[in-house]
């Protein structure tokens, strides 16, 4: 099958065309990070806008790209959620004008699934069940991944997103956005001992991850004014990583009891050397492979919606053109609500 996809969930606008035999035959992308680095953040308005006006031209750029027409797609697949709503409707509705034009059936991906499903676009020996740490700017999970549409959350985050709090501690060190790979990369100037940072819930026996506290521990350190910025943003860095570490010890011994073979980590924060490094070892020591994507399909991208999409359609799914796009849009539906704002 050839899948044509759209993501635009966040501050990327992105197009690929992908097939059934993991080939990414054309993808563009296109970054708002300009537009919203002067207000530190994504601004919904401004995203919706970018989108409305880029999307159409990348869709047909993606096309002449790959030397293909609409007609040649076995599918039309986009984003339909979770996600800033201006964003997902501008993707969601051309998608669905694209599949009613060439008369082709519209697959709506929810956005964490995408990157879900992302890691068996790069490696083909990967089966299901497997363990995944979803890390990105709006969510951690340990997720195990039974197949296509079947998720079971086995953590969440309590307060903030683990690429959250790095995007925060960024802001506080003055590394502008988007902050997680400028922290990386000054953490690697730093004494991670340096700083005494907290590692919230660390060996607690609810499942679940908290980094509120971690960040505001940063401020204060910074405040303080005693420790070099690198040492804070190495210090910080080690801290969420132990916390990571020894959340995901737990589910690992899950995951073991249901059969899973592999530890697979997906998310913008898959992108962290230190963090993949980390889990690799956690891997190794539990004797599953460990498997994380290529960088480029860690973080927004379009082929991993279009992926999504070709499994969902090798399964014979497709979606109604009057679909709606969906802010929230949980993975797991039957998860235990936890307390703060992780879903
Ligand atoms: P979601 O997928 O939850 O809707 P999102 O779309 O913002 O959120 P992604 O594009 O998947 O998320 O990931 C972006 C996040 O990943 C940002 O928070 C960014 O700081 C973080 N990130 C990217 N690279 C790195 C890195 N090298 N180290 C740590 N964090 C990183
Ligand atoms: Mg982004
Ligand atoms: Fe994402």
Redesign the pocket.
């Known amino acids: 099958k050839t899948i044509l996809g759209i993501e635009s969930?966040?501050?990327?606008t992105a197009v690929a065309i992908v097939t059934s035999d993991r080939q990414i035959v054309a993808q563009r992308i296109a970054s708002q990070d300009d537009e919203h680095r002067p207000f530190g953040g994504?601004v919904p308005e401004i995203a919706a806008r970018a989108h409305a006006e880029r999307l159409a031209p990348m869709v047909q750029a993606v096309l002449d790209d790959a030397g293909m027409t609409l007609g040649q797609m076995d599918a039309i697949a986009a984003t339909a959620g979770?996600?800033l709503i201006g964003g997902v409707m501008v993707g969601l509705v051309t998608a669905k004008a694209l599949a009613m034009a060439s008369g082709k059936p519209l697959i709506g991906v929810n956005?964490?699934e995408g990157?879900a499903l992302s890691p068996r676009l790069a490696d083909a020996s990967l089966t299901f069940p497997y363990l995944l740490l979803?890390?990105?700017?709006?969510?951690c999970q340990l997720l195990l991944v039974r197949g296509v549409g079947d998720y079971r959350r086995l953590a969440t985050t309590i307060d903030d997103?683990?690429?959250?709090a790095?995007?925060k501690t960024?802001k506080i060190l003055g590394l502008g956005y988007?902050?997680?790979?400028a922290?990386?990369r000054l953490a690697l100037e730093g004494d991670a001992k340096a700083v005494p940072l907290p590692r919230p819930l660390l060996g607690s026996a609810e499942p679940h991850f908290s980094f509120a506290g971690l960040k505001s521990a940063v401020l204060r350190a910074k405040q303080a004014g005693i420790h070099a910025d690198a040492d804070l943003a190495a210090a910080f860095?080690q801290a969420a990583i132990d916390c990571v570490i020894d959340r995901a010890k737990r589910a690992v011994a899950v995951a073991l009891a249901e059969g899973a073979t592999a530890l697979v980590v997906a998310?913008?924060?898959?992108?962290?050397?230190?963090?993949r490094a980390a889990l690799e070892g956690l891997a190794a020591q539990n004797g599953l492979a460990f498997v994380a994507p290529p960088l480029a399909l860690?973080?927004?991208n379009a082929a991993m919606i279009a992926w999504a999409g070709c499994e969902k359609a090798l399964l014979g799914h497709s979606d109604p053109l009057d679909m709606a796009a969906r802010p929230r849009w949980p993975l797991d539906p039957d998860a235990e609500p936890v307390r703060g704002a992780g879903v």
């Open positions: 969930s966040c501050d990327e994504v979770p996600g956005h964490l990157h979803l890390a990105s700017g709006g969510h997103a683990l690429g959250e790095f995007d960024a988007p902050g997680g790979p922290v990386e860095q998310g913008g924060v898959a992108a962290n050397k230190a963090i860690c973080t927004d």
